[in-house]
């Protein structure tokens, strides 16, 4: 068992990745996380991550967590690490011939809806299967579909917390099964943020991405 200690108040154990969670935070913090070894940052903002990478150091990994709109994959094609919010096979698309144009392999995960809040993004279960059978997933060879990626209900107890996040870890098991059982690379949970990632790491989660318990102030 390894642990990650950022902060006394976040501790990873056993071997999830540590997503650190920069949106609105100014480079001098990021920086201090930085200076404790931490690597992966993740952003939702295309136009803030695109600032800051360049003033930041330049072996930082890059995700984006948030919604990202198509007409914004070109401006990330060339660094990003893995998109942790694709909901469409549109979107897969787009990042796949962005990749391909900078000659390289973008890691993503499939965002899917686990909250009762009708306004998260994400795909619904049924839905994602259906794309997935319908389709050309196979052709995206420049995308490497790594897992997947959901939310939790923000306003919600422990239990129901505990429930979508064991619902998100059986649909991964059933997209392995299913549809990628030939792919090794299928191997992410991104679940669990400041408020339930202790949960999250419970229920399974190999990726949390946790802010404001890592950035206080
Ligand atoms: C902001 C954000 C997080 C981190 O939230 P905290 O509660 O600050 O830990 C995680 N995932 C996504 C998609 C986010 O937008």
Avoid at 132 to 144: A, C, F, G, T
Wanted: with cysteine; hydrophobic share 40%; proline share 1%.
């Amino acid at each position: 068992m390894s642990f990650i200690t950022i902060k006394s108040t976040v501790e990873i154990e056993n071997n999830a990745t540590l997503v650190a969670v920069s949106k609105t935070r100014s480079n001098d913090q990021i920086l201090a996380i930085y200076n404790q070894g931490q690597r992966i940052f993740g952003e939702n903002r295309v136009q803030e991550l695109i600032g800051k990478k360049d003033a930041l150091p330049q072996d930082i990994i890059w995700h984006i967590i948030g919604s990202l709109q198509k007409n914004k994959v070109k401006f990330i094609a060339p660094f990003i690490e893995m998109i942790h919010s694709v909901d469409s096979f549109d979107l897969a698309k787009t990042i796949d011939k962005e990749a391909a144009k900078n000659h390289r392999k973008i890691k993503v995960l499939l965002q899917v809806k686990i909250a009762n809040e009708y306004t998260k993004q994400g795909f619904d279960i049924e839905d994602l299967i259906l794309s997935l059978k319908n389709e050309d997933w196979s052709s995206l060879k420049n995308i490497v579909i790594c897992g997947v990626m959901g939310m939790g209900t923000l306003v919600a107890n422990d239990v129901q917390t505990r429930s979508e996040f064991q619902n998100l870890n059986n649909h991964f098991n059933l997209l392995k099964l299913q549809y990628f059982s030939n792919n090794p690379e299928f191997k992410e949970i991104s679940m669990g943020m400041s408020g339930d990632y202790e949960i999250a790491l419970e229920e399974g989660s190999t990726m949390v991405r946790i802010g404001s318990a890592l950035f206080q102030d």
